[in-house]
């Protein structure tokens, strides 16, 4: 597999995670993100006449589950790694997603919060009560921005930001709200069948950490263009 750059400097990688491909993992039976990258930058340098000694240094910053398509950036260095996890958590890294979701959110636009607790056995997360042990607050704002029903299905397309990254909140939180995403046999597993969890991380802004500069990042959900069963 060769990865979709959509921008690379000296600092920071972006690119376009495809759905199926884990940003990382320990097994060897598939690529993920990561080694694909490091391979990528071992290529370059060897064009360049420069090869690496070892492996290129490349640091996750954020994540997105493996059936999510969408945008990634990665560190290249340690400082450019450090000043992009300290924006994480602040307003100016904008993590935007689009999702076609059965159903409808209770209105056209509005905030949902929530407490989640994470299930390390079965790796499941699922709205508790904020006193309950482990609880992490989770919040997101939505958007309606169209619906249409399809073989007498109302399906709902939505423009979401999050504003918490916890484990799987957006597929928990729409789920628990009564408008589970397309495809999501985990969180809605009696569901209408479909071939793919129908969410994208279309959109990242952030500042880049050292010129500072405000970045934008934007790609088309797959479902725009084909048919969600």
Request: glycine share 6%; proline share 7%.
């Amino acid at each position: 597999m060769k990865p979709e750059i959509l921008f690379e400097d000296d600092q920071i990688l972006v690119c376009h995670k495809p759905a199926g491909t884990a940003v990382q993992t320990a097994s060897f039976s598939s690529p993920d993100m990561v080694s694909l990258l490091k391979n990528h930058l071992m290529r370059e340098a060897k064009k360049s006449g420069t090869p690496l000694k070892g492996a290129p240094y490349l640091a996750v910053i954020h994540r997105l589950d493996q059936p999510v398509e969408g945008i990634l950036v990665f560190g290249k260095t340690k400082q450019a790694a450090a000043r992009l996890s300290s924006q994480l958590g602040k307003a100016g890294f904008g993590k935007y997603y689009e999702a076609l979701t059965e159903s409808a959110p209770p209105d056209s636009s509005g905030t949902l919060t929530d407490y989640l607790v994470r299930d390390g056995r079965t790796n499941l997360s699922s709205v508790c009560t904020s006193d309950t042990p482990n609880a992490k607050k989770a919040v997101l704002d939505y958007r309606v921005l169209d619906q249409h029903t399809q073989e007498g299905r109302l399906l709902s397309r939505l423009s979401i930001h999050l504003h918490t990254g916890r484990h799987h909140q957006i597929r928990v939180q729409l789920a628990h709200a009564g408008c589970p995403i397309l495809g999501d046999r985990k969180y809605n597993p009696q569901g209408i069948p479909s071939r793919r969890l129908h969410l994208c991380a279309c959109r990242l802004d952030f500042l880049h950490p050292v010129s500072k500069e405000p970045l934008h990042f934007e790609i088309q959900p797959f479902f725009l263009d084909s048919s969600p069963f």
